[in-house]
């Protein structure tokens, strides 16, 4: 489930959004609502200036990324928890992933329907945000139908009973799980575990704006901004078009590109990069003259359970692991130097893997 969803109304650049994200570039992006009817999954390198730089230190015949999966979640309309458009089948598909991108449409185009009339990002976003609200609604009074049962003779469905009806009465005033009071409450974890509320999810706000909002924040923008630090959510602008054209190019030209535009990196970028770190992901790397690869962890993991993402067998038969900091890896020129510099550490067991540790794993067979 550690993926992320890519909502928002009909024509407002998800897809997009996400054909510049798996760069499949004859992939189409009509006028034309519920054009993607099947949810597109997507595996998406998370893009890292430090890969290349250990590179030019290694040598090595490829560079790997971390990646992550991006799904694309159409057919989100008013009325989809009643199975409107298409209703709950894809609110089902938001149940799978961690992190939901909200793209927000922030450009004016009178060639391109707006499916609500005029653009109004904020009832945009409560539109959607509001099914999210009542399908949880929904999950959650079935829910309590058979903990009201269970409660006749178990104490326990009595204590959830509770925190089903207080969550109830929260959702019910449109207001999202993520900032329901309770929500350290063991019986709120153990809710969220089965139903996996969609509006709980860390929301990142994609604002989709034209060529001339990319240099300056237009009104929407603006308003979407002030929403959006209201509630604690992260908003990134992009401009989806130029995304799309610019995944084409070739990095010294998409640089140029950029500068061109004025701005200094890809709306794209940002986006992998914050849901990357809201997923609570971080890399840590491998440096070998075949390869120079980043390797996908949580965040807390050890180090034993860090080396399982490369073979089980890595964790099973672990021994030690050894450490060089990817600066002190830079600074000493690759792994020898550091060797000699004592920036090489042997860790053990207990070790907390930070992002951006150079490893190598002693382990037995
Ligand atoms: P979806 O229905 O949310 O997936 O939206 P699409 O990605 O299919 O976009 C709908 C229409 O808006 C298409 O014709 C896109 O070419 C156009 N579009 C998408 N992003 C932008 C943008 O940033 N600026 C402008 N002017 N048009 C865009």
């Known amino acids: 489930g550690l993926g992320v969803g890519i909502v928002g109304l009909p024509n407002v650049g998800k897809s997009t959004t996400f054909n510049a994200l798996t760069k499949a570039q004859n992939a189409e992006a009509a006028n034309y609502p519920f054009c993607t009817i099947e949810p597109n999954k997507a595996i998406v390198p998370v893009p890292d200036k430090r890969l290349g730089a250990?590179?030019?230190?290694?040598?090595?015949?490829?560079?790997?990324?971390?990646?992550?999966?991006?799904?694309?979640?159409?057919?989100?309309?008013?009325?989809?928890?009643?199975?409107?458009?298409?209703?709950?089948?894809f609110l089902s598909n938001i149940r799978e992933v961690e992190v939901v991108l909200?793209?927000?449409?922030?450009?004016?185009?009178?060639?391109?329907?707006?499916?609500?009339?005029?653009?109004?990002?904020?009832?945009?976003?409560?539109?959607?945000?509001?099914?999210?609200?009542?399908?949880?609604?929904?999950?959650?009074?079935?829910?309590?139908?058979?903990?009201?049962r269970m409660a006749k003779s178990d104490k326990d469905a009595r204590g959830a009973l509770e925190v089903a009806q207080a969550l109830f009465h929260h959702l019910d005033d449109l207001q999202p799980a993520s900032t329901f009071a309770d929500r350290e409450n063991p019986y709120f974890e153990a809710l969220n575990k089965e139903l996996r509320f969609l509006s709980n999810k860390t929301v990142i706000y994609g604002a989709n704006v034209d060529e001339d909002g990319l240099l300056e924040d237009n009104m929407y923008v603006q308003a979407l901004q002030n929403h959006a630090a209201r509630v604690g959510a992260d908003v990134i602008k992009l401009c989806a078009k130029i995304e799309e054209e610019m995944v084409a190019l070739e990095e010294e030209e998409a640089a140029e590109f950029l500068q061109e535009l004025g701005i200094e990196e890809s709306?794209?970028?940002?986006?992998?990069?914050?849901?990357?770190?809201?997923?609570?992901?971080?890399?840590?790397?491998?440096?070998?003259?075949?390869?120079?690869?980043?390797?996908?962890?949580?965040?807390?993991?050890?180090?034993?359970?860090?080396?399982?993402?490369?073979?089980?067998?890595?964790?099973?038969g672990f021994i030690k692991a050894e450490v060089i900091g990817y600066e002190d890896f830079l600074t000493c020129k690759g792994e020898s130097g550091a060797k000699e510099a004592g920036k090489m550490r042997l860790e053990g067991k207990e070790y907390l893997v930070k992002d951006g540790d150079v490893m190598h794993f002693r382990f037995n067979v």
Not at 108 to 128: A, C, K, L, M, W
Not at 285 to 298: M, N, P, Q, S
């Open 54 to 89: 250990l590179a030019k230190i290694v040598n090595p015949e490829r560079i790997q990324h971390s990646t992550i999966d991006f799904v694309d979640i159409a057919g989100l309309v008013r009325g989809a928890s009643k199975g409107e458009g298409l209703g709950n089948q």
């Open 102 to 148: 909200h793209m927000v449409r922030c450009f004016e185009d009178e060639n391109i329907t707006h499916v609500e009339g005029g653009i109004d990002p904020i009832r945009d976003i409560e539109i959607i945000e509001t099914e999210l609200m009542l399908a949880d609604v929904q999950q959650l009074s079935k829910k309590i139908d058979r903990l009201t």
């Open 267 to 316: 709306g794209l970028e940002k986006i992998i990069r914050t849901a990357f770190e809201k997923l609570g992901l971080i890399s840590y790397f491998t440096a070998g003259a075949k390869e120079v690869r980043a390797w996908t962890i949580e965040r807390g993991w050890k180090a034993p359970k860090a080396a399982s993402v490369i073979h089980n067998d890595f964790e099973k």
